[in-house]
């Protein structure tokens, strides 16, 4: 229960797609999002390579405070192999998606 969306942690940058590095999805789950169901997570530092810019996270609205998807951060952080189809992560993805509904 945090308001703090400033801090709040984010999926890692590589991981998402185009659409949702330039904030036209969901961070959490890729739904399209539209200027009334878009959440502004705020600017995020961003480095590629030797390269310093910020990128601006957006999310829809069902995911504030939702615990699948800080399940899934804690998951995630920890795991090497998250984003080449870790079953864990899948799961948990999958229940970030029907927290949704
Ligand atoms: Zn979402
Ligand atoms: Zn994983």
């Not at 890729?30 to 997570?41: E, K, N, Y």
């Not at 810019?53 to 920890?78: E, I, N, V």
Request: charged fraction near 25%; hydrophobic fraction near 30%; charge should be positive.
């Amino acid at each position: 229960m945090s308001n703090d969306t400033a801090t709040a942690p984010l999926p890692p940058f590589r991981g998402l797609s185009p659409r949702q590095q330039r904030g036209m999805d969901c961070v959490w789950c890729g739904v399209t999002l539209t200027a009334s169901t878009a959440v502004d997570l705020g600017p995020r530092p961003l480095k590629i390579l030797d390269y310093a810019t910020r990128w601006f996270p957006r999310s829809c609205q069902s995911h504030s405070g939702d615990a699948a998807y800080k399940a899934l951060l804690d998951h995630s952080k920890d795991c090497p192999t998250c984003l080449e189809g870790c079953e864990t992560g899948a799961q948990l993805r999958q229940a970030v998606r029907e927290a949704r509904r």
